[in-house]
């Protein structure tokens, strides 16, 4: 089993940043990648960046390609979502997701292992 753990949501002025948290722990020699989602309230799970575990490999969603950033650091087991630029287009609950393979990166089916999760608000 995988665990991950999201921080650093919360409430952002349109136009500003935010950096989030994803510490994975457990079987994490089992992770191929790190995935972000978000999920609007009536919206479903959008796919929001991916990054290949110990590669270094990433994919954006068309949405917020040039604006945010997945970045991992493997020594803290965590990866980095730093957003910028938001708009009043991006609140919702941002998940964190571990894969165990190379299938579906863009895809919810594609992620085994899931964050509980952390809001982010933006204020215009």
């Known amino acids: 089993q995988v665990q991950l753990v999201e921080s650093g949501g919360g409430l952002v002025q349109a136009g500003g940043s935010l950096t989030l948290s994803c510490v994975t722990s457990?079987?994490?020699?089992?992770?191929?990648?790190v995935g972000w989602f978000r999920q609007a309230p009536g919206k479903e799970r959008e796919f929001v960046a991916t990054i290949t575990w110990n590669v270094g490999t990433t994919y954006y969603g068309d949405s917020v390609k040039g604006r945010f950033t997945i970045s991992e650091d493997n020594a803290k087991n965590t990866v980095y979502l730093q957003m910028n630029n938001l708009t009043p287009e991006d609140p919702a609950a941002y998940f964190c997701a571990a894969r165990t393979s190379t299938l579906n990166w863009g895809q919810p089916v594609g992620y085994s292992y899931w964050g509980q999760g952390t809001q982010v608000t933006v204020s215009s």
């Open positions: 457990g079987r994490t020699f089992n992770i191929y990648g």
